[in-house]
C-alpha cells in the first residue's frame, strides 16, 4: 500500500478537538480540516519527521500539496467520505 486515509472525529465535551482527515505516504502527510481550508496541514516527513514545519501555504512545496490532496481525493472516492460528505 501506497498511501492510506485516516479520520478522526470531533469528541462530544472536548471543545478543542476537532474532526479531521488526512492521508500518509511513506514521505508525506497531508492532514485537513473539514470547514477550515485555512487549517490544513502538508509535512514532508523525510526532512521533517517530527512535523515540526507546515508546508501547506509554502509555494515552493505547492506541487506536493497538490499531490496529496489527489491522492487524498482518491481514497474518499475509493472509501467514501469519513465526514458523510465532501467538503
Known sequence: RYAFLFEYFFV???PATRAMMAVRTPSAK???YPGHPDWTEVFDLKHDPYELKNLARDRHHSKLRAQLEAELARQIGQYG???GSSE
Do not use: C, E, N
Open 12 to 14: 462530544a465535551g472536548v
Open 30 to 32: 497531508l492532514m485537513s
Open 81 to 83: 467520505h469519513p465526514f
